[in-house]
Structures are given as structure tokens and as C-alpha cells.
């Protein structure tokens, strides 16, 4: 990358969407509770979006991180979306259990992406951006209209972007999305530096990613950052798969098998899944959200936990994760 060092410190971060209450409503007391935790565990990559709660979580992440020294982490939020404040009650209707009073709109342009970020500096107090993700600039997001954004992100958020790194304004910039199209598209039309991959690359669900994504990144001299590394929770044992109720046939039974062999190893699911993701040399972080603030000291504790050799040969031979993908040396 151009002028960001993602530094081994920077290997497990915390991501907001929990935070931002999309599965239950966390409290301000809460999310300080669990930011202060990710703190005094040692992470030091936080990342964020203004859609998460409708901007509660960036906000919620900003006065947290401006009492800090801005030197000690490296902090991401993302643009594409504006917000325009509504009357209570009048929200759009979201995933968020408890947003804040805003609509909002996408909108990819040049001068959008100036006001986003703008905007989100307000928000958080913040005097800089470390990472811009360009977000959910994708189908499950955008749908038919995903051709119509891009062209508008080629000549206006990508130019932009690519502009404030130059001038030191960001340390880098990518996409922030859900599938791998948008990551390709984007690094075949400007030079992007990393990428957030969410729900693509997973212990669970990973060969696409390993056939069409990894080699392409590696050539662009592209990092990933892994979003949704556990399926938004389903790897431990919550009753959803990459933020949607519906459970994809055959993933209970997949989920369970690894479950039962990384206990046979002296390990767990967790650790298995955050070691998996960290094993391919195209990631350089993982971000998983928490609302809770155990769930963080477990994923600190996965993260410098190790892991037998012998059980990813196991699940290579059980046929639970694809050949190609790369595993823990």
C-alpha cells in the first residue's frame, strides 16, 4: 500500500455494526464498556461506518477514540451514503434496532464523497481518516442500479479518494462491500489500497473468494480486511448468516462438524474461524463487531491462541474447507 503499514497490532480490530445496534440496542454506557475493553486488550484498528445505526455508531466510536492519541490507532468509516436528519419516528426502516433520527440516500459522486467525509469527521471529532472504504457500492445493496453508481464512483469517489491519499489527507482507500464483483470492478478502473471484504472469505464459505478474489488482490497489489469473518455471528452459534435470518442448506451440519473437530484438537470454532482468515496472506485484519464486552476479550484471547497443525489437515481431508485455501503454517 501506498503510505498505510497495517502493523501486527493492527491484525485484530473491532468493527461497529454491533455497536451501531444492529442486533440489539446497546446503550451509550455499553459501547464505551466494550471500545474501552477492545482498548485495554491492545487493539488498535477500529472501523466504522455513518450507516451503522444511522450514524450512532460513528458517533459513539468518536467519542471514544478523540480522548486518545490519534498516533496510537488506526481508525476506518466509509462513504456513499448522506444523511439528512427526520423527525423522531420517522426514520427509514433498517436492520438498526435503535437508530438515530436520519434518512438517508447513496450517492457516489465526487462532491458526496467530500461532504461524507466531512461530515463524518464532524461526527466523530476525529482530525483525520486513517481508511475510506467505498460502501456497499454492490447489488445486494444498490440492485439494478449498481452499473449507474459504479460509473458515478469511477468519476467521482474513486478520483477523489485516490486525490486525498496523494496529498496525505487519508492513508488509503477501497471498497467496503459484500461481494467480490465491486472489489474487481473498482481495482480495473482505479488503484485502490484495501479492501473490506465482508461475508466473502469465511472458515464456513471461502472458495469463490479463493478462485476469483485472492489472486486478483495479489496482483493488484491489493490487502483485504475481513468483515463478517464469523457469517455475522453464526459461526458462534447465533440464529443468523451474514446479517439475514436464512441459514444456507447444509451450514448447521458444516458449522457442527468443525465445532466438534477443533474440540477433538483442544481448540474452538472461534479460534479456528478468526485463524483461518488470518492465514491467507491477502488479509491483513479481521474486524469482528461485539455487543458484548466478553465476546471482545475471546476474540483477543483466539487471536494469540495456537492451533495443532493436524486439525486443518483434518478438515481438508473431511472436505470442510476448500484445498486451495491456505491454512495456518
Known sequence: MKELSMQEQHELGLGGVA???????ITDE?????????W????????????????????????????KDKSDFLFSTKVGRLFTKVAKG?????????????????????????????????????DSIDIVYVHDLSEDQVGDRYDYHMDIAKKGAFKVLSDYRDQGIIKAWGMGVN?????????????????????????LEHEEAVDRLLPAVRKNGVKLVSGAGYNSGFIAGRDRYNYKPHIPKGMTEKRDKIKDIAKANGTDII????????????????????????????NVKAWKSSIPSDFWKELKAEGLIYEKAQTPS
Open 271 to 298: 479460534t479456528a474461524a478468526m485463524h483461518f482468515v488470518l492465514a491467507a496472506d491477502e488479509f491483513a485484519a479481521i474486524i469482528p463487531g461485539a455487543s458484548k464486552t466478553e465476546q471482545v476479550a475471546e
Open 90 to 126: 420517522e426514520e427509514p426502516l433498517t436492520m438498526w434496532e435503535n437508530p438515530l433520527s436520519f434518512d438517508y440516500y447513496h450517492d457516489y459522486s465526487a462532491d458526496a464523497t467530500k461532504r461524507s467525509i466531512e461530515d463524518s469527521l464532524e461526527r466523530t471529532g476525529l
Open 40 to 67: 485495554d486488550l491492545g487493539i488498535r484498528y477500529f472501523d466504522t461506518s455513518p450507516w451503522y445505526g444511522l450514524t450512532k455508531s460513528e458517533r459513539r466510536f468518536g467519542e471514544f477514540l478523540r480522548t
Open 179 to 203: 461481494k467480490i464483483r465491486p472489489i474487481l470492478d473498482c481495482m480495473e478502473a482505479a488503484d485502490p489500497d484495501i479492501c473490506l471484504s465482508a461475508t466473502q472469505y469465511s472458515i
Open 30 to 38: 455499553q459501547a464505551h464498556n466494550i471500545l474501552q475493553e477492545a
Open 19 to 25: 455497536i451501531g445496534t444492529a442486533f440489539e440496542n
